[in-house]
């Protein structure tokens, strides 16, 4: 496993090897980041992982100060998984330039859900991606389902460059508790992993009534007494049409956003 600090060093060393399997994350990895890994690694990819905690992405400086950070176990877990490359950048690897100017279209869920909580998240996602793609010769891209509605963004942006990169969606690997895993349940103690895991089971075994509820307050009230603490959302999406519904289908989607303890979670099922 190569460690490689200059996005310089990256595309001259990976030039005319085999294709290139990319993994983008901030870090903090778990098994949900490995499955990301696994899948690159049985497709025979040279596998490229990247960590990095783009501060462009984030709306609030508090959340993005305490964002946790492991790296010395996340190489371990990168070499255990024989990633082949680790790409860990500087900030200034990424945004050379003094002033940095972000301005991203984003086509959808601009009005919804992550787009109306976090102004300006998308925009720093499609950003970070933009640069760590002209850094990484990338053929596949494996995004997981965990964060769906960036997966969609970016898969949008992809496709508006005309990018021959192929974007490999991978399934969300939850805790035996049923929560996603996800670097931040690491700020959580174990009263709120419960209270996570009372949510998210609660919230599936009524997916469809949850779907034909026109205003959730039912469910809303639900979270609360299981112990959320503000709820930014909880919202039904079609993800083919990309609209909300109330109609059950394979293509409708619950995805939801609170906080516990300080901690803002997401998931989508
Ligand atoms: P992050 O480090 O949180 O930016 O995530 C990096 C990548 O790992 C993103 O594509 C995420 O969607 C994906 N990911 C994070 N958590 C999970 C999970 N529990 N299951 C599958 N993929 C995940």
Redesign the pocket.
């Known amino acids: 496993m190569k460690i490689i600090k200059t996005a310089n060093k990256i595309t001259s060393k990976l030039l005319n090897k085999k294709k290139i399997g990319f993994?983008?994350?901030?870090?903090c990895l778990h098994d949900?980041?490995v499955?990301?890994i696994r899948k690159s690694k049985k497709k025979k990819l040279l596998t490229v992982v990247s960590i990095f905690v783009n501060p462009f992405q984030f709306n609030n400086k508090k959340d993005f100060n305490k964002y946790p950070k492991t790296i010395s176990a996340d190489l371990k877990i990168c070499k255990k998984n024989k990633v082949d490359y680790v790409y860990l950048p500087s900030k200034k690897d990424i945004y050379p330039e003094k002033k940095i100017i972000i301005k991203n279209k984003i086509h959808f869920f601009k009005k919804y859900m992550e787009g109306k909580f976090r102004p300006g998240h998308f925009e720093g996602v499609i950003e970070v991606i933009k640069r760590l793609l002209s850094r990484i010769e990338t053929n596949y891209l494996f995004?997981?389902?965990?964060?769906y509605q960036?997966l969609i963004i970016i898969k949008k942006y992809i496709e508006s460059i005309n990018s021959k990169v192929k974007v490999v969606p991978?399934?969300?690997?939850?805790a035996t508790n049923g929560i996603?895993?996800?670097?931040r349940n690491k700020l959580l103690d174990q009263k709120s992993l419960n209270i996570a895991g009372n949510i998210i089971n609660f919230l599936k075994k009524n997916k469809k009534q949850i779907i034909k509820s026109n205003n959730k307050l039912f469910f809303l009230k639900k979270m609360k007494e299981f112990g959320a603490n503000k709820i930014d959302y909880l919202s039904a999406f079609n993800i083919k049409k990309l609209k909300k519904t109330n109609k059950p289908s394979v293509n409708a989607r619950v995805f939801l956003a609170y906080y516990l303890d300080g901690v803002r979670l997401i998931d989508n099922f």
């Open positions: 993994i983008p994350t901030m870090g949900g980041h499955s990301l995004l997981g389902k965990k964060d960036q991978c399934d969300t690997i939850r996603a895993l996800s670097s």
